[in-house]
């Protein structure tokens, strides 16, 4: 018969088992974060991150689909990771140039300016606004973007307008 245990006392560094699972002593994970930062060292300045996001503002400002898909090609990865609030995460730059066409459709004469950028690594938070076409501001949201080595927009979540509040 085993007797239960009433205390178990662990000194680090140690590797404990508890139901099949193995616990890693803390010393460990100052090795994970300097392994994390090998695989991600890329540093993108808020000017790198302005620009590079102006540029893909242009292609959505743009009416002409052959200018869509040059800039996009410029400037997004072939395989970006696109979410927004109609759609759930795909890959591919193509739904991007379909939605800057849904926008043209739906907001004629209108067109897309950078609000504000703030950078950490090679992520990006940039505040759009959407002009009309009378010049009157419709709403302004948010983009995340993350850059990847090769330079070019690798994800892209976008927020929907922003309130001041919570509803």
């Given amino acids: 018969m085993i007797a239960p245990i ?3 006392t662990v000194h680090f560094p140690a590797v404990v088992l508890l ?5 890693l002593p803390s ?11 090998r695989k ?3 540093v993108v300045t808020k000017r790198q991150a302005w620009d590079l996001y102006a540029k893909l503002h242009t292609a959505w400002n743009s009416e002409s689909l052959d200018d869509r898909h040059r800039i996009s090609a410029e400037v997004l990865n ?3 990771e696109y979410q927004t609030v ?6 591919g730059r193509a739904l991007v140039i379909e939605d800057m066409a849904t926008f043209h459709e739906r907001f004629p004469g209108g067109h897309f300016e950078i609000g504000d950028v703030s950078v950490h690594h ?3 938070l940039l505040t759009w606004v959407l002009i009309q076409a009378d010049g009157t501001e419709f709403a302004r949201g948010g983009d995340q973007i993350t850059v990847g080595e090769d330079g070019k927009i690798s994800k892209i979540t976008t927020f929907g307008p922003s309130t001041k509040a919570p509803d």
């Fill in 86 to 91: 109609r759609h759930d995460t795909t890959m």
């Fill in 6 to 8: 009433t205390r178990l």
């Fill in 40 to 42: 991600n060292p890329m």
């Fill in 78 to 80: 072939e395989n970006i």
């Fill in 122 to 124: 090679n992520v990006a």
């Fill in 19 to 23: 139901a099949g699972m193995t616990l």
């Fill in 27 to 37: 010393v460990a994970y100052p090795q994970q974060i300097q392994q994390i930062s």
